[in-house]
């Protein structure tokens, strides 16, 4: 079945550091979304990409829809402490109604 | 605008158990969809439901069913619970079928299900 293969799968850093993330795919998406779950919450929606290619800002984030669709980044630039929580990649398969999600970066700031 | 909200938050079953997991969509929101989270992992999609009807299921066997309600509210059931069942699950609801761009989802907090 399609898996996204999401990395690196922890992090630690200091605040005011920048971070980069991806999620890589053997299959082909024509979505890409990301999200963060914070501890006994659901996941929220942090940016959605529509077009291969296509670069989203979403004040200190941005994203990239891969020119393959097959593969996508988030950056968090000047990390604060309330970034701290769990990162999702999600890709939706052309012409299904489902999501599937990559296993997560865990992201810790230390003050 | 109400959120979704999920109940009940905590539940424990024991296996073999049947379980009804319930979901109240955001306001204006017509179609929900059910996810399961095991403990470090990702959410699995399990299905999903427009006008009433399953508009979609992952891999998930028969004894995973739902509903959906007129005002769009949902259950999710599953009979003859296995250790493995226990997991967040997780309801999310969104506008129209599915099938076209997802515009993201809305989520709910979840049910966590420990099934002993």
């Known amino acids: 079945g399609q898996q996204l293969n999401q990395s690196p799968q922890s992090m630690f850093i200091q605040e005011g550091e920048d971070v980069s993330m991806n999620c890589t795919s053997s299959s082909i998406f024509n979505t890409w979304l990301w999200y963060k779950q914070d501890p006994g919450e659901g996941p929220v929606l942090l940016i959605a990409?529509?077009?291969?290619?296509e670069l989203t800002s979403n004040g200190r984030l941005t994203a990239q829809f891969g020119i393959t669709r097959k593969d996508s980044f988030l950056n968090i630039s000047a990390s604060i402490p309330s970034d701290v929580g769990i990162y999702f990649c999600?890709?939706?398969?052309?012409?299904?109604?489902?999501?599937?999600f990559g296993k997560g970066t865990k992201l810790t700031v230390n003050p | 605008e109400t959120g979704v909200t999920q109940s009940p938050t905590h539940l424990i079953k024991t296996r073999g158990q049947q379980v009804t997991l319930r979901c109240s969509s955001q306001s204006g929101h017509n179609t929900v969809s059910w996810y399961q989270q095991a403990l470090g992992q990702g959410p699995q999609f399990i299905f999903q439901?427009?006008?009433?009807?399953?508009?979609g299921r992952g891999n998930f066997p028969p004894r995973f069913s739902g509903l959906q309600f007129p005002n769009y509210s949902s259950e999710l059931n599953v009979n003859a619970l296995e250790l493995d069942d226990s997991a967040l699950y997780l309801c999310?609801?969104?506008?129209?079928?599915?099938?076209?761009?997802?515009?993201?989802?809305?989520f709910g907090s979840g049910t966590r299900l420990t099934v002993v």
């Open positions: 439901y427009y006008r009433e009807e399953e508009n």
């Open positions: 990409l529509y077009k291969a290619g």
């Open positions: 999600a890709g939706q398969p052309g012409g299904s109604e489902k999501l599937v």
């Open positions: 999310a609801s969104s506008v129209g079928q599915g099938r076209g761009p997802n515009r993201g989802y809305t």
